[in-house]
């Protein structure tokens, strides 16, 4: 196991300890006796979590330590990350009443890889090569969805979360809708070859 996959092995095992401390710091703001160690506990997890995101691609490109099962587990990592914070932090106060993420933007984010995943698993069916490849908006998208996170998770109480969401729903969108028209293309391919998809991946 080379080490940008042990890298991404550790993100993984952060999640639960994330995850964990998350739930117990809103369990405990709801009943009116929040602990700010638990908070800025989960915090600082989160972040560590995040960063090992970067440094594992770079570790992996940088020294040729490119791996089938660390392709494997880097998205499956990122994903379990983001979206474990995204429903804790729609379904948990983390502050003052009514300090969450919006639900409409969370269900925006499911749908977004829910339609990614179908798309591709169309795709797998009609026999065409999928090959993902980064696209600016997927990493737009992933860099206001960090930002959102962030904005409730540090409780930048003088602008409500509703605009921090809003900005990025616009990208995620536009991301939606670029992978959308790549598949669109690659299913329209004249004579079935196999052609590549733009697909982002973040």
């Known amino acids: 196991m ?13 999640v639960p300890v994330f995850a ?16 700010e160690t638990l908070r800025w506990a989960a915090f600082w997890v989160f972040v560590t979590a995040a960063v090992t995101d970067g440094i594992d691609g ?13 392709a494997f587990l880097d998205p499956i990592a990122d994903k379990a990350l983001v979206l474990s914070a995204l ?11 009514g300090w969450r993420i ?7 984010v499911v749908l977004r890889d829910s339609v990614i995943l179908a798309g591709i698993r169309v795709m797998w069916s ?4 999928v090959k993902i490849r980064p696209h600016w908006t ?14 409730v998770m540090l409780r930048v109480t003088e602008i409500s979360p509703v605009y921090p ?26 004579g079935g070859e196999e052609q590549e998809s733009e697909r982002e991946r973040d």
């Open 87 to 97: 429903l804790i932090l729609t379904f948990f106060d983390w502050g003052v009443e």
């Open 165 to 190: 969401c809003a900005f990025a729903a616009v990208f995620i969108l536009l991301s939606m809708a670029q992978y959308i028209r790549q598949g669109m293309r690659i299913m329209r391919g004249a």
């Open 102 to 108: 919006p639900l409409w933007f969370a269900a925006l």
């Open 20 to 35: 964990f401390l998350a739930i117990c710091y809103g369990l405990g703001t709801a009943a009116g006796t929040p602990n």
């Open 138 to 151: 997927g990493k737009v998208c992933t860099f206001f969805l960090f930002v959102v996170l962030g904005w």
């Open 2 to 14: 080379t080490f940008a996959t042990k890298l991404t092995v550790v993100r993984l095992v952060l």
């Open 58 to 70: 770079w570790i992996a490109r940088r020294f040729n330590q490119v791996s089938e099962l660390g």
């Open 126 to 129: 009609a026999r065409k090569k």
